[in-house]
């Protein structure tokens, strides 16, 4: 409101000013003119009557007569103003008087002669007008020689005329005019008032219309409009905020909608996998916390499944993140099909999926895991060319009135699952507490932190164990493998197999390749500081995670840049899936290490999807033949004609081949026959400590 | 036909007059005279004096010297046989020199002349003097009320305490008229209305005598204002005097006595011993009427010229 009456003050103001001012001066200006006026002209009179009056008087006074005089003054006092009005001698002789008066002045002698004066009184004026001889020529021509002439030159003065005037009429005639002069002002004032609201209302109206619409709209009432009344200034003002507020509305609907929208998708996306659409694993904790809370508090039985795809690594890793993310999409839509109504599938991340039945016995919800199971054996998935089998792996935990926690029950049936895949996958595994596999899987949990702890306290050692030419021959140069071993806490070795697989789980092989690389530059530049005749090939696993890591690669570049005399006594061995799964990286790594001369093998080749496609891209030298064909290669034809292909093709390719697993000598033997560049095993050489390397 | 003996006369009286002018203007180189004129001041009325002297002596052949009164010595009045004394003042001063040189005073008051002029010129007798006086002779003002005012049986005269002794010879002159005379005595302390008024009450008309205690230029308007309202008429002694309200006045002009002056010199040079004629009134003299005041008063005057004519005046 204070912005209103701001304006209308101002309006009113400025109308109102301009006229007081003007007024104003013009009634100071006219009253000050009028009062000089009458008073001017007052003075003027009196003037002219008491210079009329003196000469009048000269013949009364020099004849003393006082008829003639009195006669005169009577006709002089008619005049209006005039009081009183008097004839003095020179020496102050009052001759004749009219009216009233004090007339101290010519009493007292203190006039000079010569001219009129004016005595101010407050309320009157008195004059005094000299009489004086007129002088009339009575000689033809001056007789200055004629002794008494010289007295006709005596005083011409005769005597005074007084005239007194009121200044009564003036004063109220200036106290007339100048109450008139004000109500004249006071009256345009308040019409000038009076307008200046009419047309401030006129004006502030509106402008107070706009503004409550404005501040209505201000504070969020965007429907708020203001009434259209002019088509002036203020009629587009108004059109302009009725339209500014139908475009805010307009925009703030949009706006609304988007957030609802948006707010929707958010909702969604935080308790929904992104890629199946299916509940994400907060959601799915919560469920399972209501359905535990029903199972505790109403007695009811649920179960919980956890299941794991077996495969899933594999297709991900060879046919690329793609077609991981569309197994996993097919694979959602096929069991979101044969859910119930009241059963809440999920995906917890990964590969791996959770199941919640609720109000479902274990008999039943065995029977509905299997169901899934087997639904997803018979499933085929389809990528390219190429066709995949699948299976899952299912642990299961029932959830009654004796379960633990949300979290508790996950980790049970998280090991379930994990004893299912370990129990050779594709099985359903049901949790129960005193379950051996179950231990040992938690035993081997217990593996990460053995493995940093063993890393901390230097417990690890290398091994090595020579690979032999086939035919027995040493030549110039030598072929081991360096293998990793352990000290477990009370002293004896540890094998790769126990603890491997957990590293690999737990992502811990870049720390024990470096650690293995580090040792095995060592060893090897303690070898060339021994200055052996013979070349020894040092040959060292390298996991597909450090193969992936770039920060594993810098460190062993560095490493070879500063010695690079070492690059011919170092081969790398890699398994085909680590390879295959990164090709481009792989032999981009391969590549910088040729530079230096390192050399690569490809280990374990047959044991897991061995293609013979990559193995035309792998820019490797020797081909290790896994042990699994090796070992019963004596007694097993069809082993034996793998092993034949294997080393057929790889000879084709321009590679040496190897041999793992040789326990015999007829094992060797067979190898011999068959050609096989390489053997390996303990028929061959028992690993021993690296010290005996060097000695 | 025989002439007559007063014709016979009449031709011998031209033929001797004749014979005398021829001798004189024979003799005249030979006679030549100085005559020195002094003057009060050289201000108009003397100067007025002084050429109609000069013109006339010019023609008789003398020599006219001017003076003023400042700056005269003795010494510049020895060549001259007769000093004319213009005014109260060379009167006065010439009265002070050792010249015996005879002095004739013009524009003179016959007052002031009678009584103290004539003995401070005369010298105890050692010097001729003689006067034209200012005044006119109060036979002349009476014969003018007689004959402008035949109805006038007073007349008023306002007098200073000096010229108290006029009253008896005015009033003389009056008498011849039948004429009465009606006059009061002005104080010094200039209170002219009580006076006035008392011989305005008494008398038919007013005639000023020249006297600076009662006709001054700052009483005069009052002197003629009350005559008015008494509607007395005034007969003054100046042209002056009927312009300011005088009814009538009869004066002589400078010109006028300067032209007699010049008569009686001339007169007097003719004889070896100069001699003056006696101290005189003015023979010369003009009448000036008002009409416009005397049609305000009611009166029937002759007019000025029949007046003058009436009254002797030569022309």
């Not at chain 2, 000023?208 to 009052?222: E, N, Y």
Request: with cysteine.
């Amino acid at each position: 409101m204070a912005a209103a009456w701001g304006i209308r003050g101002r309006v009113i103001g400025l109308a109102v000013m301009p006229v007081a001012i003007v007024g104003v001066l013009l009634l100071f200006q006219l009253i000050s003119g009028k009062i000089d006026d009458l008073d001017q002209s007052l003075r003027m009179r009196a003037i002219a009557i008491a210079r009329q009056l003196a000469p009048a008087a000269e013949y009364g006074v020099a004849s003393g007569n006082i008829t003639v005089l009195q006669t005169l003054l009577e006709k002089a006092a008619i005049e209006p103003d005039i009081r009183g009005v008097a004839v003095f001698t020179d020496v102050g002789q009052r001759l004749a008087q009219v009216g009233s008066g004090t007339w101290d002045e010519p009493i007292q002698g203190t006039l000079p002669p010569g001219r009129i004066h004016l005595v101010e009184y407050p309320s009157r004026l008195v004059y005094y007008a000299p009489i004086t001889r007129t002088e009339v020529v009575v000689d033809d021509y001056l007789m200055v020689d004629i002794p008494a002439a010289e007295t006709g030159k005596r005083t011409r003065l005769i005597g005074w005329v007084g005239l007194e005037i009121s200044r009564s009429a003036t004063i109220q005639s200036q106290r007339d005019a100048i109450l008139r002069s004000l109500g004249i002002l006071l009256a345009s004032l308040s019409i000038s008032l009076y307008l200046a609201w009419r047309i401030g209302r006129q004006i502030i109206r509106p402008i107070l219309a706009l503004t409550h619409t404005v501040s209505r709209i201000g504070e969020g009432h965007l429907d708020e409009r203001v009434e259209q009344t002019g088509q002036a200034e203020l009629g587009m003002l108004q059109r302009g905020v009725n339209h500014m507020a139908a475009h805010l509305q307009a925009m703030q609907d949009q706006m609304q909608e988007k957030i609802d929208l948006a707010t929707a998708r958010l909702v969604y996306q935080a308790s929904h996998d992104a890629l199946t659409g299916l509940i994400n694993r907060r959601e799915f904790e919560q469920r399972l916390a209501r359905a535990l809370q029903s199972a505790m508090q109403q007695g009811r039985e649920h179960a919980l499944c956890y299941m794991d795809l077996d495969q899933f690594k594999v297709i991900n890793d060879t046919c690329g993140h793609a077609a991981g993310d569309e197994l996993l999409l097919q694979l959602s839509l096929l069991l979101k099909s044969k859910l119930r109504e009241r059963d809440t599938l999920a995906r917890l991340g990964g590969d791996e999926f959770a199941l919640l039945l609720e109000n479902c016995s274990i008999q039943d919800a065995l029977e509905v895991a299997d169901t899934f199971r087997s639904e997803v054996q018979r499933f085929r998935f389809k990528w390219e060319d190429r066709i995949f089998a699948v299976g899952m792996s299912v642990g299961m935990v029932a959830i009654n009135h004796e379960s633990g926690t949300a979290a508790s029950l996950l980790s049970a049936a998280d090991a379930a699952c994990y004893v299912a895949k370990d129990r050779g996958r594709n099985q359903i595994h049901l949790y129960e507490s005193r379950d051996i596999d179950l231990a040992r899987h938690r035993g081997e949990m217990q593996w990460v932190e053995r493995i940093h702890r063993a890393l901390e306290e230097n417990r690890l050692r290398l091994s090595w164990q020579e690979i032999s030419r086939t035919n027995g021959e040493t030549g110039d140069s030598r072929h081991v493998e360096l293998l990793l071993r352990m000290k477990a806490e009370d002293g004896t070795d540890v094998l790769p197999m126990a603890f491997i697989p957990a590293a690999e789980r737990y992502s811990i092989m870049p720390t024990l390749d470096s650690w293995v690389i580090e040792e095995t530059l060592r060893l090897c530049k303690r070898y060339l500081e021994s200055k052996r005749a013979q070349h020894c090939l040092f040959a060292v696993n390298l996991s597909g995670a450090s193969l992936k890591d770039p920060g594993f690669r810098r460190k062993l570049l560095a490493h070879l840049e500063d010695n690079p005399a070492m690059g011919p006594h170092l081969c790398f061995e890699i398994t085909e899936t680590a390879a295959i799964g990164n090709l481009g990286v792989v032999n981009e790594f391969i590549d910088a290490m040729r530079e230096f001369g390192c050399s690569f093998a490809l280990d374990d080749f047959g044991s897991g999807l061995s293609s013979f496609t990559y193995l035309k891209h792998l820019k490797v030298d020797f081909l290790k033949i896994d042990g699994a064909f090796v070992r019963d290669i004596v007694k097993n034809p069809i082993d034996r004609s793998m092993v034949e292909a294997i080393h057929r093709i790889g000879h084709q390719m321009g590679l040496q081949t190897v041999a793992e697993y040789v326990e015999s000598d007829q094992i060797r033997a067979v190898l011999l026959e068959i050609g096989v560049d390489f053997v390996q095993g303990n028929a061959v050489h028992c690993p021993e400590s690296v010290e005996s390397l060097c000695d | 036909m025989t002439v007559g003996p007063s014709l016979a006369r009449t031709i011998l009286r031209v033929i001797a007059g004749w014979l005398f002018i021829c001798l004189m203007g024979a003799s005249a180189p030979s006679r030549a005279v100085q005559v020195a004129v002094v003057m009060s001041d050289n201000s108009a009325p003397y100067q007025e004096v002084y050429q109609a002297i000069r013109v006339s002596l010019d023609d008789a052949g003398h020599e006219v010297h001017r003076f003023y009164v400042d700056g005269l010595t003795s010494a510049s009045l020895n060549e001259a046989r007769l000093v004319v004394a213009v005014g109260v003042r060379a009167v006065d001063l010439v009265a002070t020199l050792p010249s015996r040189t005879p002095v004739l005073a013009v524009l003179v008051p016959k007052a002031w002349y009678t009584k103290f002029g004539r003995a401070r010129l005369s010298d105890g007798g050692r010097r001729s003097v003689s006067a034209i006086y200012l005044d006119q002779p109060f036979d002349r003002q009476a014969k003018l009320i007689s004959m402008a005012f035949p109805e006038v049986r007073r007349v008023g005269v306002l007098l200073s305490a000096d010229q108290k002794s006029v009253a008896d010879e005015l009033e003389e002159s009056l008498r011849a008229q039948r004429i009465g005379l009606v006059h009061a005595t002005v104080t010094e302390d200039d209170r002219l209305m009580m006076p006035l008024e008392q011989v305005l009450n008494e008398s038919d008309l007013l005639l000023a005598i020249p006297d600076p205690l009662v006709f001054s230029r700052s009483t005069a308007q009052s002197l003629f204002l009350t005559s008015y309202r008494y509607r007395d008429p005034v007969v003054g002694y100046s042209r002056s005097m009927s312009r300011a309200g005088a009814l009538v006045s009869i004066y002589s002009t400078p010109a006028q006595i300067g032209r007699q002056a010049a008569e009686w010199i001339v007169s007097a040079l003719n004889h070896p011993a100069v001699r003056l004629p006696s101290p005189g009134h003015p023979v010369y003299f003009e009448v000036t009427i008002n009409d416009q005041v005397a049609r305000s008063l009611g009166f029937s005057l002759p007019s000025e010229a029949e007046l003058e004519k009436r009254l002797g005046g030569r022309r």
